[in-house]
């Protein structure tokens, strides 16, 4: 009979002839107490390959992106399993994060009439299956997981990044050119489907869109009126969207942009009648033609400081982690975050020698542990006569291993 061997069990496989061993699932690297999988970095790869499709870029982009997405796939696996490995260890907590964003997933389904009966919890667990490829447990584990690395970047990295004033002001001298531009404005957006309604729906609609911004001139939150009642795309990000336009951009909607740039920040209109519905616009920001004061570029400055600052930083964190982890990586992958002088080279468990004691050292270990028993604990009234009473074995103990410290061709997971 043949040995199967999966890659919980792989550690098994010194106990097979080497002929008998099928590798069902092979392990890739190993990062403390768990393990990356081929499995798991070529799933990753057919994703990222969908996703380039769908983005219907030229040929050469898609294959420019998948060979960088091929080389940093292992990089980019462990990175993540470093950052979820440090949130637990510093107790992060983000299941509140979860349940809201899981939360604000079924009321975007529902609305957007991909899922009408996502309130029920098995339909919407079934939607996103259906959508996603991945068991509901599993994105849901994935969304975890995305929120605690997050976290823990914003803690132990971006917390320890300062940009003073003068930094900014003097980016901002520095960079005049950056922020002298054509008179643009920045738009949120609440939109009230009308397709695939009969007169009553489109009036229903019309109804619902002139409360909605007659609420919003009122001083509602209008990106919390977006969130929970457009119809849009941008409702996830509260109604922004999050390109400024160009009088010249609206041109084909010249209504909209006689009246949006003719208005200054924070003004909202009325709801204007497109062939899909009713929008409501609000003015964000409105930059006016020429050099912008730092008072309204002050975060574009802020941005464009701090993100070059950034990434040398987390990697410089991700070094740190890499250099504290216990990390073996098979032969013919490479991990090109690796961290200068650490060895991580793989010890295949199918190979290591066995320790092995001889009969002499045996006795003389047990000869020890009986001379231990006659020696009196300073302090206490007991002979050593006493001690001698205590429970002997005669198998020597097996030595204690180092904190967090995997045996020697051990398969973790």
């Excluded at 447990?137 to 132990?156: C, H, L, P």
């Excluded at 730092?294 to 070094?319: A, C, D, G, H, W």
């Amino acid at each position: 009979m043949k040995c199967a061997v999966t890659f919980v069990l792989l550690v098994l496989a010194g106990t097979c002839r080497a002929g008998d061993v099928q590798v069902i699932e092979q392990i890739v690297a190993k990062v403390n107490n768990e393990i990356v999988t081929k499995g798991e970095l070529d799933k990753t790869l057919r994703d990222a390959t969908a996703e380039l499709k769908k983005q219907q870029l030229p040929q050469d982009r898609v294959k420019e992106f998948l060979k960088e997405a091929s080389a940093n796939v292992l990089r980019e696996k462990i990175d993540q399993m470093l950052l979820v490995q440090k949130g637990k260890e510093l107790s992060i907590d983000v299941d509140s994060d979860v349940s809201k964003r899981l939360a604000q997933l079924q009321v975007e389904a529902k609305r957007m009439g991909n899922c009408p009966d996502c309130d029920d919890p098995d339909k919407f667990q079934t939607y996103i299956r259906q959508g996603t490829g991945m068991s509901f447990e599993d994105f849901k584990q994935q969304m975890k997981d995305n929120f605690i690395t997050g976290e823990v970047v914003r803690r132990e990295v971006g917390s320890r990044i300062s940009i003073s004033k003068a930094e900014q002001m003097k980016y901002y001298e520095e960079h005049k050119n950056e922020f002298t531009r054509e008179e643009q404005v920045l738009l949120r957006e609440i939109l009230i489907s009308t397709e695939g309604k009969d007169a009553k729906g489109i009036a229903a609609a019309e109804k619902k869109a002139k409360d909605l911004s007659t609420r919003a001139r009122k001083g509602e939150n209008f990106g919390k009126l977006a969130h929970d009642n457009s119809d849009s795309e941008t409702a996830r990000d509260d109604g922004e969207i999050q390109r400024p336009f160009k009088r010249a951009d609206l041109d084909l909607k010249k209504e909209l942009a006689d009246i949006v740039f003719a208005q200054s920040k924070g003004y909202v209109t009325e709801p204007f009648k497109q062939p899909n519905g009713f929008l409501i616009l609000k003015v964000e920001e409105h930059y006016t033609q020429g050099l912008q004061p730092f008072e309204s570029v002050q975060n574009e400055v802020m941005e464009k400081i701090y993100m070059p600052r950034m990434q040398p930083k987390l990697r410089e964190y991700l070094t740190k982690l890499r250099n504290e982890a216990f990390l073996e990586i098979r032969a013919g992958y490479v991990d090109t975050g690796a961290a200068p002088g650490k060895d991580t080279s793989w010890r295949d468990p199918a190979k290591l020698t066995p320790q092995t004691v001889t009969k002499q050292e045996v006795a003389m270990h047990v000869r020890r542990r009986r001379l231990l028993f006659m020696v009196p604990v300073p302090g206490t009234s007991k002979s050593p006569r006493s001690w001698t009473t205590a429970p002997e074995t005669n198998q020597p103990s097996a030595p204690s291993a180092k904190p967090d410290q995997p045996k020697p061709g051990s398969a973790q997971k």
